[in-house]
């Protein structure tokens, strides 16, 4: 480390001047934008007064922006910290994966989500579960996506809190010897945060998801040239690597982690991989990051433009490799190995402080761009699919922004304190379950976009049996190390010893108990839910006309209608 | 009780979505199918096949998601034309 060092409350964690100053300098920066966000490409006559400008940024963002907030929402602390974490620590299986999941991610999703765009478009739909509701007739169904979106979310808004504490410690803010002083710099990030996400909405991710880019993208270029120049090339990193990966843990018996998978993982490599592709895009931050486009076709095309990022990730994931090479120590404050620290660490071991600033920057940016996101997707299907569908059935636009606007508060404040009360390595495992949880929503909306087939009550029950096999499953699954439940994700199909993504033997279920009950429900003849989707629906573009206004003088609870 | 069904596109002609359809189901179960890149050599550069190969995937799956991008959206405007055609030629956009 060069530059000026000033000593602070933890002796062997100094404070490095330069970064830290490129740091604030870059987060107040930023922070200027998200306000100043407010009044890009406003509607002068409604201002930010309802969901479609608040929580969509109008619904009109064109294929550049639409790239760049996908990025910023689909790229995150689980990119930046997490899997190169856990490519340090465990190798490929926890890790690697993280590269086929994002490749497979987008034909996935060029198949399924510009249905979705065309028919939420017609109807104004500003959430998945708007969309069930609208297809099936049945709110029990849409509060279940609802309630499972908001659930899922919060563990991965924690993971983005977990991303920019990982920054802050590494820069030598904090203090192990008492709480608040801890905790103090991530409170006022997130306040800051929670201000500008409250004033200018989805505009403030999509425009700062710009600057974070850029960021991102100099700093992976850079570490990816330099660093294995310096470490005398890709061999070295990988041999060493290979080796660290190899050793024996004593407290497992096992070797620490998995270098190239053997025949045993191939299941388990392949099934994190697509399952998590699966569940991505019905994560409602995704989803919300796809209704805000223009048009149809700029999905597709960001399909097809998306995987640049992806190289990203499988560079940034192979940093981890290069930690283990370069012996980076990741101690927390507490004194205690945190594998989350090792990339801001190994960026700030290797580069100039004023570059390592620039580099930490980027991660903790890119760690609030998509917890803005989140925020927002959760703070509308409470709006939406609780508050109106429940509470408020005569909701206005305007009451609709404003609920959103506390709701977004409220979702983020709950995620601060479930990472200052809560063990970190807890939030990365309750992300993964946050996977399990959502990918019981696939069956609903994506069987939907295509088939009228399935019955409510069906699908209700596809997702509960779903969401209790997969709860179940990742309960028993026990560290080795900590003996904590809820210790990965990784489970053996029931009555076999094939190890699978607990979240795909859940979906598995869900779909199997799906179909049969949707043969006995519509052989007893139980009355299905009013549909008010037609085919032409899906596929509708930008100058189609809406209905939105139709649906409202005929709302889905009219009387005498099957309201549930 | 709802606006009359107005149809937004014409009928379709399965080509074009039955062979992007192929190329899409290509660039998901290609890069699934570990057991065909679950091995250590030919290195690339000091880097294992098993993590360049996959690395390689990416911009050969934008390339197939772009391919199916152009003939799926050439497909669609084609029909657009189409029901616009028998609307009476609606002056649109």
Do not use: C
Request: without cysteine.
């Amino acid at each position: 480390m060069s530059g000026a060092t000033v000593p602070l409350a933890v002796p062997d964690r100094p404070i490095s001047g330069v970064a830290l100053t490129i740091v604030i300098v870059l987060f107040v920066l930023v922070a200027a934008l998200g306000f100043v966000a407010a009044r890009w490409r406003r509607e002068e006559a409604t201002g930010l007064h309802s969901l479609d400008e608040w929580g969509l940024g109008g619904r009109g963002f064109g294929t550049w922006v639409t790239w760049f907030l996908l990025g910023g929402d689909l790229y995150t602390a689980y990119t930046f910290v997490a899997v190169p974490a856990a490519m340090w620590a465990t190798g490929a299986v926890s890790g690697f994966f993280a590269v086929p999941y994002t490749i497979v991610l987008y034909p996935i999703v060029f198949l399924l989500m510009s249905r979705l765009w065309s028919v939420s478009h017609r109807h104004g739909f500003v959430t998945p579960a708007d969309f069930v509701g609208g297809r099936y007739g049945s709110k029990a169904l849409s509060i279940a996506v609802a309630v499972t979106g908001i659930v899922a979310t919060m563990p991965y808004i924690a993971l983005q809190l977990v991303g920019i504490k990982a920054v802050l410690t590494v820069l030598g803010l904090g203090s192990a010897q008492n709480v608040l002083l801890t905790d103090l710099p991530l409170i006022i990030a997130f306040v800051v945060l929670a201000a500008y996400t409250y004033t200018s909405g989805l505009r403030a991710p999509a425009l700062i998801a710009v600057v974070k880019d850029l960021l991102i993208y100099l700093a992976v270029i850079v570490a990816v040239i330099y660093l294995p120049i310096k470490f005398g090339g890709w061999g070295n990193i990988f041999d060493s690597a290979e080796a660290k990966l190899a050793t024996v843990n004593p407290a497992t018996g096992k070797p620490a982690g998995v270098f190239i998978p053997g025949a045993g993982s191939y299941s388990a490599y392949w099934t994190l991989a697509l399952g998590s592709a699966l569940a991505l895009f019905m994560y409602p931050h995704s989803i919300t990051g796809v209704l805000a486009s223009k048009s149809r076709n700029t999905i597709r095309k960001n399909a097809a433009v998306l995987p640049l990022y992806s190289l990203m990730l499988g560079f940034l994931a192979l940093l981890g490799y290069a930690a283990i090479y370069a012996g980076t120590k990741p101690i927390d404050l507490n004194g205690a190995v945190n594998p989350q620290l090792v990339v801001p660490q190994l960026f700030l071991d290797h580069f100039p402080d004023w570059f390592a600033g620039i580099a930490l920057a980027a991660i903790a940016i890119g760690a609030l761009v998509p917890a803005a996101i989140m925020s927002i997707a959760a703070a509308n299907l409470f709006t939406r699919n609780i508050y109106r569908d429940l509470i408020r059935p005569d909701a206005k636009p305007r009451q609709e922004a404003h609920v959103s606007k506390i709701a977004s508060l409220v979702v983020k404040f709950g995620a601060l304190v479930f990472v200052i009360a809560m063990d970190q390595s807890a939030a990365i495992n309750m992300q993964l379950l946050g996977g399990i949880w959502i990918l019981q929503t696939f069956p609903a909306i994506v069987a939907g976009l295509y088939t009228r087939w399935f019955h409510r009550w069906a699908l209700f029950g596809g997702w509960a049996a779903g969401i209790v096999y997969g709860t179940v499953a990742a309960y028993t699954v026990v560290n080795p190390v900590t003996k904590a439940n809820f210790g990965g994700s990784i489970a053996a199909i029931p009555g076999t010893d094939i190890q699978v993504y607990i979240a795909v033997v859940a979906f598995a279920i869900n779909l199997v108990v799906a179909a049969v009950l949707s043969l006995v429900f519509h052989a007893m003849k139980l009355p299905d839910g009013k549909d008010i989707t037609r085919s032409s629906d899906y596929g509708a573009d930008e100058h189609d006309p809406k209905v939105a206004e139709i649906q409202r003088e005929y709302p889905l609870g009219e009387p005498g209608g099957p309201a549930f | 009780m709802f606006s009359p069904d107005v149809p937004t596109r014409g009928p379709a002609r399965s080509g074009p979505y039955v062979i992007a359809g192929i190329l899409l189901a290509l660039a998901i179960v290609v890069p699934l199918f570990v057991p065909a890149y679950s091995v250590d050599e030919p290195r690339l550069a000091g880097m294992p096949f098993f993590y360049w190969y996959q690395m390689a995937w990416i911009p050969v799956t934008a390339g197939l998601v772009g391919i199916s991008y152009w003939l799926v959206t050439k497909e669609d405007r084609r029909r657009r034309e189409a029901v616009r055609g028998m609307a009476g030629a609606k002056e649109e956009q």
